[in-house]
């Protein structure tokens, strides 16, 4: 299940800082930055979301192709542990402020807090529910850790977070993934369902009115983006 949660982090959140870190530093500095950095925040959220729900949905079926038969229990926590790196990713965004007043001791104490939380909770829950007990801890170490960076970042950069719209997203994709868990066990070819209703969910996230046709022309381009970061290395 980690190894799916790297992959997340390494297509979708690793592109997109590759590109982001050093443009923040400019726009900053510029009228209206802290509405630019809420707006491509929210655009970050959507592509993350989009990206846990196809790391997630398709896990499975990945299991199932690529791995023997022992590892396909650790599907049960690629949703939470990716679900983990989405927050993990999104304490990156937000954490401008205190790279900006130079308080990187605060991201120490955010991550020692955040580390202390999954040992605690992976002694309590791991021994009951094994791997989803795991994914669990990971899941809200990490939200702890964004609470965290996001409170005192925003004393010294603040921008407006606007979780609502994500969280919409994120309750919606989490529903399509209970669907889509149902389904393969309906279905014989459940990947089908799981194709079907990914589209759905892009389709929404599309036209719900989320993103600004501006921002839609931006996303169009990130593909390319992430083909250009790979090819550099």
């Known amino acids: 299940s980690y190894k799916y949660a790297f992959v997340f982090t390494g297509l979708i959140a690793g592109p997109f800082m590759s590109a982001w870190d050093p443009i923040r530093f400019k726009i900053y500095r510029e009228p209206g930055a802290s509405q630019r950095f ?3 925040f929210r655009m970050y959220s959507v592509v993350l979301v989009a990206g846990w729900l196809g790391v997630s949905i398709f896990a499975d079926d990945a299991l199932r192709l690529l791995s023997a038969p022992d590892y396909l229990p650790a599907a049960a ?5 990716c679900a983990g790196y989405v927050l993990h990713s999104m304490t990156v965004y937000c954490n401008f402020g205190i790279i900006l007043a130079k308080r990187t001791g605060l991201l120490i104490l955010a991550s020692a807090v955040g580390f202390v939380c999954v040992a605690i909770l992976s002694i309590v829950l791991v021994p009951d529910l094994g791997i989803v007990g795991a994914g669990i801890s990971i899941l809200i170490a990490f939200a702890l850790r964004f609470v965290i960076v996001d409170f005192y970042s925003a004393k010294y950069f603040k921008f407006d977070v606007n979780i609502k719209s994500a969280l919409l ?34 389709v929404f ?7 600004r046709e501006s921002e839609r022309a931006v996303l169009l381009e990130y593909p390319r983006h992430v083909l250009a970061t790979f090819r550099a290395r």
Not at 77 to 81: E, I, L, Q, R, T
Not at 172 to 194: M, P, Q, T
Not at 205 to 211: F, K, Y
């Open 38 to 40: 809420a707006d491509v």
């Open 77 to 81: 926590a690629v949703p939470m542990v």
């Open 205 to 211: 996230a599309w036209r719900s009115g989320v993103l």
């Open 169 to 202: 997203l994120a309750l919606l994709a989490s529903a399509i993934y209970g669907i889509s868990v149902r389904a393969d066990d309906l279905l014989r070819e459940g990947w089908i369902a799981d194709l079907v209703l990914y589209v759905v969910f892009l």
